[in-house]
T-cell receptor
């Protein structure tokens, strides 16, 4: 069962524009959410996280928004840069469990 | 530059053979995770340890997989006997809570 879903397998944006990656979850026990970035032939790299007590967390060009009632989170990257091109995974944790989404491949075009 | 190391980086083996993957977590991290990534299933959590004690291994096929932490600097994932469906990239990660730092992975191919 897919408890964490990233419905867009890919996203393409122009350099300098905003990238918005979405993630939905089903398990209300999840209370901590993370985004990871993955380049080919490397392990995922932690990007940003948010606790369920917040609805927004910002770190430089990256902002994560959490809508608990909709069980939805999103990652905004602005401005997008070609080096941001990678696969982005969202993850949800809680109740001693952690689940990852299938990932969204972001391509930022120069 | 602290990082998680994994050995071997690549492993090709025949069905039925034992496979052992090793992971050295970042010094000071008290939580170690094992994941498997396949095209079909994506990134799956197999097991994790906190302070070397296994907390959850419900994601792991118990009949053939085993995970241990003999000491704070070494985590192992063993498959015996291996099967072609075990072919995947296996990642180890370490952290203090749920924020994890991943190793480069071990690409396992079972023929």
């Amino acid at each position: 069962d897919q408890q964490v879903k990233q419905n867009s397998p890919s996203l393409s944006v122009q350099e300098g524009r905003i990238s918005i990656l979405n993630c939905d979850y089903t398990n209300s026990m999840f209370d901590y959410f993370l985004w990871y970035k993955k380049y080919p032939a490397e392990g995922p790299t932690f990007l940003i996280s948010i606790s369920s007590i917040k609805d927004k967390n910002e770190d430089g060009r990256f902002t994560v928004f959490l809508n608990k009632s909709a069980k939805h989170l999103s990652l905004h990257i602005v401005p997008s840069q070609p080096g941001d091109s990678a696969v982005y995974f969202c993850a949800a944790s809680g109740n001693n469990d952690m689940r990852f989404g299938a990932g969204t491949r972001l391509t930022v075009k120069p | 530059d602290a990082r998680v190391t994994q050995t071997p980086r690549h492993k090709v083996t025949e069905m039925g053979q034992e496979v052992t993957m090793r992971c050295q977590p970042i010094l000071g991290h008290n939580t170690v995770f094992w994941y498997r990534q396949t095209m079909m299933q994506g990134l799956e959590l197999l097991a994790y340890f906190r302070n070397r004690a296994p907390l959850d291994d419900s994601g792991m096929p118990k009949d053939r997989f085993s995970a241990e932490m003999p000491d704070a600097t070494l985590a192992t994932l063993k498959i015996q006997p291996s099967e072609p469906r075990d072919s995947a990239v296996y990642f180890c990660a370490s952290g203090l809570l749920w924020e994890q730092y991943f190793g480069p992975g071990t690409r396992l191919t079972v023929t």
